[in-house]
């Protein structure tokens, strides 16, 4: 009896850690945020937009 909990467990954790790594984060192909290049506003002082 006891074995077979810690089989259920086990089975548990190892199902909870592949839908962990198989879930993943967003590539940057699939991302539609240009995050190489710094936006326009960035590096100016503020209150001197396009000067």
């Known amino acids: 009896m006891q074995n077979k909990k810690i089989r259920c467990?086990?089975?548990l954790v190892l199902a909870a850690t592949?839908?962990?790594l198989f879930?993943?984060?967003a590539t940057p192909q699939d991302s539609a945020v240009?995050?190489?290049r710094p936006?326009?506003?960035e590096g100016?002082?503020?209150g001197?937009?396009?000067l």
């Open 9 to 11: 467990l086990l089975l």
């Open 18 to 20: 592949g839908a962990a």
């Open 23 to 25: 879930s993943g984060c």
């Open 34 to 36: 240009p995050w190489s």
């Open 39 to 41: 936006a326009d506003w």
């Open 44 to 46: 100016q002082l503020p």
């Open 48 to 50: 001197m937009g396009g």
